[in-house]
T-cell receptor, first 115, second 110 residues
Framework: DVKVTQSSRYLVKRTGEKVFLECVQD?????MFWYRQDPGLGLRLIYF???????EKGDIPEGYSVSREKKERFSLILESASTNQTSMYLC??????????????FGEGSRLTVL | QQPVQSPQAVILREGEDAVINCSSS?????VHWYRQKHGEAPVFLMI?????EQKGHEKISASFNEKKQQSSLYLTASQLSYSGTYFC???????????FGIGTKLQVIP
């Protein structure tokens, strides 16, 4: 079974802290994604990557950056956390070239609270 | 731009049917459907492709009207296990990203 693992299920950070959210997948997927989920707003795409060292902005990239140094790992970075970044963060992966026929595999999420 | 889903919430009794609609302002190459149970990751249900091909769940069906840029998810003879939030995702070509709607919360009661 495909497994997408997010390093932390729950984090509490203070305003201004640098935050790293890690995601690892074990199925050799080329594509990886970071979404945030908020009540009433659904799933919104922050960044995605279709290859190692490649990244593309999603719909809400402001305040975030990403890193993909290895194929299996995709990190989301909050350089200076703010309270409006309190949210559930979901990582997903998929095979490249198969977004039309393949599926997204999601991790269980990381709930971040910024105080 | 996020696809628009309706209704936002629905309550069903076991055995009843439901339809969830999804529409986009952009031309669509494919529509994805996912279900998320409380506290769990979203799980793939179905993909509908431009041209009519479908791949997905045995007990759940869907339609995709390419001209109207709309999709509908049909849940028949609902079971308690169908409860959750259903998301439609649209792919409009270009980079391989899926944009999701805000979700439809479905609750099936005995």
């Amino acid at each position: 079974d495909v497994k997408v693992t997010q390093s932390s299920r729950y984090l509490v950070k203070r305003t201004g802290e640098k935050v790293f959210l890690e995601c690892v997948q074990d199925m050799d997927h080329e594509n990886m994604f970071w979404y945030r989920q908020d009540p009433g707003l659904g799933l919104r795409l922050i960044y995605f990557s279709y290859d190692v060292k490649m990244k593309e902005k999603g719909d809400i990239p402001e305040g975030y950056s990403v890193s993909r140094e290895k194929k299996e790992r995709f990190s989301l970075i909050l350089e200076s956390a703010s309270t409006n970044q309190t949210s559930m963060y979901l990582c997903a992966s998929s095979f490249r070239g198969r977004v039309n026929t393949g599926e997204l595999f999601f991790g269980e999420g990381s709930r971040l609270t910024v105080l | 731009q996020q696809p628009v889903q309706s209704p936002q919430a629905v309550i069903l009794r076991e055995g009843e049917d439901a339809v969830i609609n999804c529409s986009s302002s952009k031309a669509l190459y494919s529509v994805h459907w996912y279900r998320q149970k409380h506290g769990e990751a979203p799980v793939f249900l179905m993909i509908l492709l431009k041209g009519g091909e479908q791949k997905g769940h045995e007990k759940i069906s869907a339609s995709f009207n390419e001209k109207k840029q709309q999709s509908s998810l049909y849940l028949t003879a609902s079971q308690l296990s169908y409860s959750g939030t259903y998301f439609c995702g649209s792919h409009s070509g270009g980079y391989q990203k899926v944009t999701f709607g805000i979700g439809t919360k479905l609750q099936v009661i005995p």
